[in-house]
């Protein structure tokens, strides 16, 4: 079944078009808008580049020919994904072009694929539990700052990477395709559902966008993420003997 992506691409323009008139409708967006535009570079960043790590250690040089194989954001944003991300809260980087073939043959290929394709969502949870100890230690070590309107906002800037981290990795999890989560299932079903699972990811795809927009994947996606959030910072502020922030 051949579905043009003419048509998926007008859906998410859409959803995109009434995420920027809510957002421009409330107090403080703009603010909003300039305290979250770190957290988007870091997580994106990260996220993409963690892709193109693990493909080069499991043997495939396609990345680092390809030059992603850094920390430059500007090789790993997609314009429209990042534009996405920040006024309608889910979003994507340029994708990390591999080929499995290359990789050595100490694991099968479609577990070396879903080790790729889970380095992205884990270090987005990794990079949110480090900036949590980050925001901690302000806290803990320099009361002073912290209560300033300086050291206010860059909390607030540090708040953002955290959840915004969280955010990116929990949604990328979700086994739909396009999405890591759907890649890292692959890794674990036999060889004819995979199979199958590919051939039919452009419906996937349209089923993903269908359940966002009628807003049943953000029933699922909200709690997990305040889950994730609440867990790291009761465990960051343990570390420091603070409470919850």
């Known amino acids: 079944m051949f579905i043009d992506r003419r048509l998926i691409f007008l859906i998410i323009a859409l959803m995109l078009f009434s995420a920027v008139m809510s957002l421009l409708s409330s107090e403080g967006a703009l603010l909003s808008l300039i305290i979250s535009i770190p957290g988007l570079l870091i997580a994106i960043t990260f996220h993409e580049f963690a892709h193109a790590f693990a493909a080069d250690r499991l043997g ?19 314009l429209f994904g990042t534009i996405m991300l920040i006024f309608a809260g889910f979003g994507w980087g340029r994708p990390v072009e591999i080929n499995p073939r290359n990789f050595n043959r100490n694991i099968s290929l ?12 884990l270090t987005n949870i990794v990079l949110a ?4 100890i980050v925001t901690c230690i302000i806290i803990r070590f320099a009361p002073e700052f912290y209560i300033t309107q300086a050291g206010y906002i860059t909390v607030a800037v540090l708040q953002s990477i955290v ?12 086994p739909l395709p396009p999405l890591d989560g759907s890649k890292i299932l692959g890794g674990f079903l036999p060889y004819n559902a995979k199979v199958w699972l590919d051939s039919h990811s452009q419906i996937f795809e349209i089923v993903f966008i269908a359940l966002w927009v009628v807003g049943i994947l953000s029933l699922v996606i909200s709690p997990l993420i305040n889950i994730v959030y609440s867990g790291i910072a009761h465990l960051c502020a343990s570390m420091f003997g603070l409470t919850v922030i």
């Open 163 to 174: 959840t915004i981290n969280i955010g990116l990795g929990i949604f990328n999890l979700i």
């Open 129 to 132: 539990f480090i900036f949590e």
């Open 110 to 121: 479609s577990k070396a694929e879903a080790i790729v394709a889970a380095a992205g969502p």
């Open 60 to 78: 495939d040089d396609t990345p680092r020919r390809q030059g992603r194989l850094n920390l430059n954001p500007f090789k790993h944003l997609d």
